[in-house]
């Protein structure tokens, strides 16, 4: 009878040592792991870069809309002027930049 309780008493040690010992080999991520990790990281980080660069060229676009509005309200001769101005230089690059 004592041979049994030992043994018995071996197998609950072995076996309460295997269980500490599989959670301890779970608890290292594999590389596959941390690969997956890093792409996922990056993904939110191209993600919220993306979309700030979406919001700057929706601003841009607005401010072009606005001055083209603004151009609209102007009469025959203020539009001749207009014309010939760096104004309209530079809301021609403008909107060429934004249709690229």
């Not at 590389?31 to 993306?50: A, T, V």
């Not at 929706?58 to 609209?72: M, Q, S």
């Not at 207009?82 to 309209?88: D, L, R, V």
């Amino acid at each position: 009878i004592k041979i049994k309780i030992i043994v018995l008493f071996l197998c609950f040690i072995m076996v309460l040592g295997s269980y500490f010992l599989k959670e301890q080999r779970n608890n290292t991520l594999k590389s596959e792991q941390e690969q997956i990790l890093l792409w996922m990281n990056n993904f939110d980080f191209l993600k919220d870069n993306n979309l700030s660069l979406i919001q700057k060229e929706k601003d841009l676009f607005e401010k072009d809309l606005k001055d083209l509005r603004e151009i609209f309200k102007k009469n025959a001769f203020e539009i001749g002027i207009w014309w010939f101005s760096k104004e309209k230089e530079d809301l021609e690059k403008r909107i060429n930049e934004s249709l690229k």
